[in-house]
């Protein structure tokens, strides 16, 4: 099965531009320190065969979102609802069940500053 | 199936329960039994399988554990002294014969069936981490969401890591205290992939299998006779499955079922099961019940039940588990024995303590008895009164026409 891990942080201004809200309040220094973990969780996502594909995203403030009602289409700025988390990233990755998706979310060193959604990926013929 | 696929159903549950006792905690285990298949792929098209596959697969899980907390504890300055003990522990605590591999199993079992957990948790866990199901598969068995299913895993280890620490495998007097929970779980399991309620057909025979698997495993292990007698009792029901519906789902009787199609070793096996574990004059209820299950079993035709036998085993069986249901199957069996009126009172009696207003069963156990007396009014009174609190589609047919018959 595969499960996408959507990343939602918290962003804060920082010189007159959002940032993921841990680079505000850790400082510069320790903000290296999480992305170091990152990109080494990744590689460990990777070696194992867990790890499809995963990005972060740019700041929400270059988010649009489109919708089509009645045929015509519409764009609202910014993310699509407004809370104080947005999607500032995701993964998708390879589980046997739901709850190793959940293991694996949960070292991410970004589940200890935001939140992870785990959703399984639609598989087409297959029901829930 | 690839030779790994096979060899990772083969496998995986025993590796994972040595990896849990060897690691001392589940996701780390399971962390190491995905990277010790992982490399089992890499290596074993290359160099083929190795002689013991168990003891390859939680060596190298285990090094590989070592290994991530190493790698950790620099990154994050923590856990150095967690990889120092495990490498103290050493080879050692690699299980290698059958029977230190079952014990690893069986321990995985009674640490699932801790008593700190809810009943539905020790079920999910025992089915995920013993049985290897999948979330999923476990969510599709008992109709629930699977985020449901997931959190009650996620809660139950979190419970385990608290009652347990460090984590630590029950002892021989624990275990000793713990046979009824884990008999339950077992028998819960089975009831679930056996009962006719929904789900997927594919999913709820495995349960039904894995559960008398586990219930081997315990027999094996451990001399109490309940353990034998609970799996006497559930291969004689699996000796019937077929014959308890139709291929469109419909509930076939007892009686209507095709004696033909039971499976006669099955039911030889359990009936052996039932004679020893009666034998122990230790037995309990699941002992009473499969040596019931033995006598419908071995009658050659529906009329040849030896109704009497079977009364006096509900008769012992009301003493040791005096609930409303087995005090119907009682009435039913004296029903048989002694004729409807007889069964009628006795039905009734038990039906008059209100304890069995909401199931179904009740009221069509009177519905037959009026029937057989040619009380045709009442006999449809009371399988309406069924009809009204049936909850399953299956159910709701085969009292429909019931009813239509009369």
Redesign the interface.
Same mark, same amino acid.
């Given at each position: 099965?595969r499960y996408i891990c959507l990343v939602y942080l918290e962003e804060k201004p920082l010189e007159g531009q959002l940032v993921p809200g841990f680079v505000v309040d850790l400082g510069m220094s320790r903000a290296h320190e999480v992305a170091k &973990?990152c990109n &080494?969780y990744d590689e460990?996502l990777q070696s194992? #065969?867990?790890l499809i594909l995963g990005h972060p995203l740019s700041p929400s403030d270059n988010a649009i979102t489109v919708r089509v009602r009645d045929g015509k289409m519409s764009t609202t700025d910014g993310p699509f609802a407004e809370t104080k988390e947005v999607l500032g990233g995701f993964i998708l990755v390879e589980a046997?069940?739901?709850?190793?998706a959940?293991?694996i979310a949960a070292e991410m060193p970004l589940a200890k500053l935001g939140s992870i959604e785990v959703r399984?990926i639609h598989v087409a013929g297959a029901s #829930? | 199936m690839t030779a790994l696929e096979v060899a990772y159903r083969t496998h995986s549950r025993r590796v994972l329960a040595t990896l849990i006792r060897v690691l001392g905690n589940f !996701?780390t285990a399971? $962390?190491a039994l995905? !990277?010790a298949f =992982?490399a089992a792929a890499q290596s074993w098209p290359r160099e083929g399988e190795p002689a013991n596959p168990h003891a390859w697969l939680v060596a190298v899980g285990r090094f590989k554990a070592i290994d *991530?907390f190493r +790698?950790r504890a620099r990154? $994050?300055r923590a856990l150095p002294e967690l990889s120092a003990q495990l490498e103290l522990e050493g080879e050692a605590a690699v299980s290698h014969s059958d029977e230190e591999i079952a014990d690893d199993e069986l321990r995985l079992i009674f640490t699932c069936c801790h008593p700190a957990l809810s009943p539905d948790a020790r079920i999910a866990l025992t089915l *995920?981490e013993v049985a290897g199901l999948?979330? $999923?598969?476990i =969510? +599709?068995a008992f109709l629930a969401p699977?985020?449901t /299913? =997931?959190q009650r /895993?996620?809660r139950a280890k979190a419970r385990l890591r608290e009652e347990t620490s460090p984590f630590r495998a029950p002892s021989l007097s624990e275990i000793a205290g713990r046979i009824e929970t884990v008999l339950h779980v077992i028998y819960l399991i089975f009831n679930e992939g056996y009962s006719a309620s929904g789900g997927a057909q594919l999913v709820r025979f495995e349960l039904s299998r894995e559960a008398i698997r586990l219930g081997r495993l315990v027999v094996g292990l451990l001399d109490e006779p309940e353990a034998v007698g609970l799996l006497a009792l559930m291969l004689l029901h699996e000796a019937r499955r077929e014959t308890r519906t139709t291929a469109s789902g419909e509930i076939v009787l007892l009686e209507d079922q095709d004696r033909a199609k039971w499976d006669r070793p099955q039911i030889a096996e359990g009936v052996a099961l039932v004679e020893r574990a009666l034998e122990s004059r230790r037995f309990g209820a699941y002992t009473l019940q499969a040596a019931i299950a033995a006598i419908h079993a071995e009658a050659p035709r529906a009329s040849d039940t030896d109704w009497g036998q079977i009364v006096s085993f509900y008769d012992v069986l009301a003493r040791v588990e005096p609930s409303p249901v087995v005090l119907l199957n009682r009435a039913v069996a004296l029903g048989m024995r002694d004729g409807p009126a007889a069964g009628l009172e006795a039905v009734e009696a038990v039906l008059a303590t209100g304890a069995l207003d909401d199931y179904p069963f009740g009221h069509s156990a009177r519905a037959e008895m009026c029937r057989r007396l040619g009380r045709v009014e009442d006999a449809r009174v009371s399988y309406e009164r069924a009809l009204r609190v049936a909850r399953q589609e299956p159910e709701r047919r085969f009292l429909e026409r019931s009813i239509a018959r009369l």
């Open positions: 099965m &973990a &080494a460990e194992r #065969g867990h046997r069940d739901l709850n190793e959940i293991r399984p #829930g | !996701d399971e $962390e995905h !990277d =992982a *991530r +790698r990154l $994050e *995920r999948t979330t $999923e598969e =969510a +599709r699977v985020p /299913i =997931a /895993i996620v």
